[in-house]
């Protein structure tokens, strides 16, 4: 019996053996006793150990068998002197003689040795090997040739590569909240004054008629709110598609969706910075009564500074981000001192680098030119009514019966500043 066959017994009988002891357990009811649940694991333990070795045996055998065809079909050639060569010519030297020696004595050298006079070569003499023909190239660079094989890869437009979309960040820096309402009312701070003061203790159970801390009094202080109400506002636009290109083309819709979506977050960002308020327009930063001003001072540092410093000490806030058109941002990258070296870097710089006076820089076509903002944007707060949809219908006028479709994008959201005056409209132009 050879190996293979004897370790394909051994893995039958333990195999067996396990199962035998497994169905009696299982005729009686029962769970393995103690001594069943060892042999089990021994049996189970020699089946594996078998198969490993049968795998082992199969693979030699098959590397065997491999090696036996290919010496069948390698034959090799006896030639004089002791030497060998194989079909594709390779000369294998005699064991007894050195690599230099077969060399030597082989009929190629002694042929080479032939042409020469006398073994000497002249100048013009040439060396050749045996004459081969060759058929004609084939080459990739030629279209009569391989090349006509090559064909170009299309790509198409990316998802993400889309031209003319800008970054949209500002929704990053306020408070994001949701809504299951059409109408906003919140309070807005509009001023506070605060009093407090050291009060001496009072002398007398009288009035003492004039109220002022040295009788005694204590000091009012005072807020100021008012109720606002702000109502939800649709922001939508959408495209006609033909169905055949929506059918052939499969990367159109993915495209459009991506254009349609980034459509309603630019508009959204727009209206937080310059919405009027009026018609469907949401109230943005820029109309909001009680914002901060800061006129133009010296240069853009110092304007910029002192802007910051308006939010810390009237609106009693600390700012989290300037919000800078981009024009503007690069004369403030663009900055240089007295020895005309960049404050911010120069080319071989990162410029501000996202930060000015320590604080966060958005760089948004939201904020038009010459204009710039800084404050606390926690205090300013989106609610997100409905969330960007994208919707698709062949339901409109006549687009049923001419195979169209319309892919509709829209979003429901509100806009409000609560404290208003923890922001600064800063004056960028000279």
Do not use: C
């Not at 049968?54 to 068998?65: D, F, H, P, V």
């Not at 304007?303 to 308006?310: E, I, L, M, S």
């Not at 058109?325 to 990162?350: T, V």
């Not at 006076?357 to 606390?376: K, R």
């Amino acid at each position: 019996m050879d190996k293979i066959q004897e370790l394909k017994e051994q893995l039958k009988n333990n195999l067996l053996q396990a199962q035998a002891i497994a169905a009696k357990a299982d005729d009686e009811g029962r769970d393995f006793s103690d001594d069943e649940r060892a042999q089990v694991k021994q049996y189970m333990d020699r089946a594996q150990e078998a198969k490993s070795g049968l795998e082992k045996a199969k693979a030699s055998a098959t590397m065997r068998q491999a090696l036996a065809d290919l010496g069948d079909e390698i034959q090799v050639e006896e030639k004089s002197g002791g030497e060998r060569r194989t079909p594709s010519g390779l000369i294998v030297p005699d064991a007894k003689a050195s690599l230099g020696e077969s060399f030597v004595k082989s009929a190629e050298y002694q042929g080479l040795m032939a042409s020469a006079p006398n073994g000497v070569f002249g100048k013009d003499h040439r060396v050749q090997s045996r004459p081969v023909g060759y058929k004609a190239l084939v080459t990739g660079g030629s279209d009569t040739s391989g090349g006509a094989f090559v064909t170009n890869q299309m790509m198409g437009l990316q998802v993400g590569q889309l031209a003319f979309q800008r970054p949209l960040r500002l929704r990053d820096v306020v408070t994001n909240l949701t809504t299951t309402s059409d109408t906003i009312e919140y309070v807005r701070m509009t001023s506070q004054t605060n009093n407090a003061a050291p009060v001496a203790e009072s002398t007398a159970t009288a009035d003492p008629g004039t109220m002022n801390a040295a009788n005694g009094v204590k000091p009012e202080s005072a807020l100021a709110w008012a109720k606002v109400t702000t109502p939800v506002r649709t922001i939508a636009h959408w495209i006609p598609l033909t169905k055949r290109a929506l059918s052939d083309a499969a990367q159109v819709r993915s495209i459009i969706d991506a254009f349609l979506r980034y459509g309603l977050e630019e508009e959204l960002e727009d209206q937080m910075v310059s919405g009027d308020g009026t018609g469907e327009n949401l109230e943005g930063l820029a109309n909001v009564s009680g914002v901060q001003a800061q006129a133009w001072d010296t240069n853009l540092l110092t304007t910029t500074r002192k802007a910051r410093t308006k939010v810390r000490l009237v609106g009693r806030s600390t700012p989290n981000a300037y919000l800078f058109n981009p024009s503007d941002l690069e004369a403030i990258d663009l900055l240089q001192d007295n020895e005309a070296r960049f404050y911010f870097g120069g080319p071989s710089g990162l410029g501000t680098a996202g930060t000015l006076w320590g604080l966060p820089v958005i760089e948004t076509e939201a904020v038009p030119a010459g204009t710039g903002y800084v404050g606390d944007f926690r205090k300013a707060v989106l609610w997100d009514r409905e969330q960007a949809s994208i919707t698709i219908s062949d339901s409109h006028a006549n687009f049923f019966i001419r195979n169209m479709v319309a892919i509709l994008a829209e979003m429901r959201a509100a806009f409000g500043v609560i404290q208003p005056n923890a922001f600064v409209e800063i004056d960028l132009t000279a």
